[in-house]
């Protein structure tokens, strides 16, 4: 099955730095790469996602990268803010369709 | 707006017990999944299932069963508990027509003495 690996599992910030999160994958057939965001005490709830037929999106502060070639993709948080502060997952789709194979997390901390 | 619920959100149990964990969708979801999420290794998958009555082996199946008798209820099932089966239990649903978001429950705090 697929497997996803994510860097750092930890990363401090000052309010307004960039922070960037990387994830790797195995499966060459893999499509579909959410991100999810869970901040203590609550569930995951996803953030941002990417498809293979695109390098990159954006959604307002955030914003995903692709690199299909390498097996790599990323997620990249401008001006960020401590409500940015929380465990970030990234995952991969794999070969069996509809689930998910996620990496083991990143605790975010963004000190004002 | 999906809603998953959990039937509790923090469960004490003792040595050797059986537990039941439920999980209900209201947004007619085709899969179910059952998380286990322990510090510094993530979400790993239990078990899931694509329909009524059908379930897969996640990537640690050992020691849980399974049981979706409805499409909108999965439960989760510890056969004799024991107390490395502590943990943070979470349920997530999504659409089967294509790879979909999935929308996770509250989670439930298992701690097993």
């Known amino acids: 099955g697929e497997n996803v690996e994510q860097h750092p599992s930890t990363l401090s910030v000052q309010e307004g730095d960039s922070a960037v999160i990387k994830c790797t994958y195995s499966?060459?057939?893999?499509?579909?790469f959410p991100w999810y965001k869970q901040e203590l005490g609550k569930r995951p709830q996803l953030i941002i996602d990417?498809?293979?037929?695109?390098g990159e999106k954006k959604d307002q502060r955030i914003a995903v990268t692709l690199n299909k070639t390498a097996k790599h993709f990323s997620l990249h948080i401008t001006e960020t803010q401590p409500e940015d502060s929380a465990v970030y997952f990234c995952?991969?789709?794999?070969?069996?369709?509809?689930?998910?194979?996620f990496g083991r997390g990143t605790q975010l901390t963004v000190w004002p | 707006d999906v809603k998953v619920t959990q039937s509790s959100r923090y469960l004490v149990k003792r040595t050797g017990e059986k537990v039941f964990l439920e999980c209900v969708q209201d947004?007619?979801?085709?899969?179910m999944f059952w998380y286990r999420q322990d510090p510094g290794l993530g979400l790993r998958l239990i078990y899931f299932?694509?329909?009524?009555?059908?379930?897969e082996k996640g990537d640690i199946p050992e020691g849980y069963s399974v049981s979706r008798e409805k499409k909108e209820r999965f439960s989760l099932i510890l056969e004799s508990a024991s107390t490395n089966q502590t943990s943070m239990y979470l349920c997530?649903?999504?659409?089967?027509?294509?790879?979909?978001?999935?929308?996770f429950g509250p989670g439930t705090r298992l701690t097993v003495l």
């Open positions: 499966d060459s057939a893999s499509n579909y």
């Open positions: 990417i498809r293979s037929n695109v």
């Open positions: 995952a991969g789709e794999g070969s069996t369709l509809g689930r998910l194979y």
């Open positions: 997530a649903s999504s659409l089967l027509a294509d790879t979909d978001t999935q929308y």
């Open positions: 947004m007619d979801h085709e899969n």
């Open positions: 299932s694509y329909d009524v009555k059908m379930k």
